[in-house]
């Protein structure tokens, strides 16, 4: 069974940043595409940055603000958030990309507030 960890999440001013960490067990989350995504009460989840290889992409909402990038040693994909702002105030996610049922987890909440 797969566990999927995200951490880092916080209470933290506009402009701040923070980095969130997605833990992995297995091998799919080194050899697939991953996103980070977020959710709010209410709407559905969004995907707000993805990797793939080299590759990545990310949400109009955040780019230029938040980079993902990857650790396949520790099997571990990161959301590093610069420039937050209130609008970012969501539950963050890691998954695959394209999402999988089984590999959704708690995820983390990140409140961007003054």
């Known amino acids: 069974q797969v566990q999927v960890v995200e951490s880092g999440g916080g209470l933290v001013q506009p402009g701040g940043s923070l980095r969130l960490s997605c833990a992995a067990s297995?091998?799919?989350?080194?050899?697939?595409?991953v996103g980070w995504y977020r959710q709010t009460p209410g709407n559905q989840r969004e995907l707000v940055a993805g990797i793939f290889g080299i590759r990545t992409k990310y949400a109009d909402s955040v780019k230029g603000r938040f980079t993902i990038s990857r650790d396949n040693a520790k099997n571990t994909v990161y959301l590093q958030m610069n420039s937050l702002k209130p609008e970012d105030t969501a539950v963050y996610y890691c998954?695959?990309?394209?999402?999988?049922?089984?590999?959704w987890g708690q995820g983390t909440q990140v409140t961007v507030s003054s």
């Open positions: 297995g091998s799919m989350f080194r050899i697939y595409a």
């Open positions: 998954n695959l990309d394209p999402p999988q049922y089984e590999y």
